[in-house]
T-cell receptor, first 112, second 116 residues
Framework: SQKIEQNSEALNIQEGKTATLTCNYT??????LQWYRQDPGRGPVFLLL?????KEKRKERLKVTFDTTLKQSLFHITASQPADSATYLC???????????FGTGTKLQVIP | GAVVSQHPSWVICKSGTSVKIECRSL??????MFWYRQFPKQSLMLMAT?????????EQGVEKDKFLINHASLTLSTLTVTSAHPEDSSFYIC????????????FGSGTQLSVL
């Protein structure tokens, strides 16, 4: 069955360092991958989308990669700040194009 | 960006009562909305896809008679939890695509349901 997974439940990192989060998918080939940020008690907020024919996307301090060989996406936050502390979710289309399913999320804690 | 408004933010109800949650797209038309459920420290589980003017498509294992979805207009979808029980207590979130052909999802702020 199709799976999208984030193997790290939590990641602690020192302020100023680069945080790297991993998302893996199995048994399907997503047309795109997305990354969202979710704060406690709130709905997720869209950050970045990368398509299967793109290797890398950047937005300010954020960078996302898409490796179809490894079936993996990496999400990087450079010069991390305490305000970046949140849960980050990867997502992709599934069951065709319309549905979007989410990984389990990685809770990032940036320590001052 | 597109704004999705969800109400109420939280609701406490007695077991056996029904609860309605509204999801509105404020500045765009949403032909498709999605309803998710999230348990503490877990990811979002897709419950159903709501299509304007037609019946919702439910995911496997989701009882359509228990979770009634109505998408009567291009800006409003509702989820009614019928005869709620304590095990229905959860965080419910709606989302919509930000326009035709747009893969991004815009989410409501969520509804925390507590059934006593």
């Amino acid at each position: 069955s199709q799976k999208i997974e984030q193997n790290s439940e939590a990641l602690n990192i020192q302020e100023g360092k680069t945080a790297t989060l991993t998302c893996n998918y199995t048994n399907y080939s997503p047309a795109y991958l997305q990354w969202y940020r979710q704060d406690p008690g709130r709905g997720p907020v869209f950050l970045l989308l990368i398509r299967e024919n793109e290797k890398e996307k950047r937005k300010e301090r954020l960078k996302v990669t898409f490796d179809t060989t490894l079936k993996q996406s990496l999400f990087h936050i450079t010069a991390s700040q305490p305000a970046d502390s949140a849960t980050y979710l990867c997502a992709s289309n599934s069951g065709g194009y319309q549905k979007v399913t989410f990984g389990t999320g990685t809770k990032l804690q940036v320590i001052p | 960006g597109a704004v999705v408004s969800q109400h109420p933010s939280w609701v406490i109800c007695k077991s056996g009562t029904s609860v309605k949650i509204e999801c509105r797209s404020l500045d765009f038309q949403a032909t498709t909305m999605f309803w998710y459920r999230q348990f503490p420290k877990q990811s979002l589980m897709l419950m159903a896809t709501s299509n304007e003017g037609s019946k919702a498509t439910y995911e496997q294992g989701v009882e359509k008679d228990k979770f009634l979805i109505n998408h009567a207009s291009l800006t409003l979808s509702t989820l009614t939890v019928t005869s709620a029980h304590p095990e229905d207590s959860s965080f419910y979130i709606c989302s919509a695509r930000g326009g035709q052909g747009n893969e991004k999802l815009f989410f409501g702020s969520g509804t925390q349901l507590s059934v006593l």
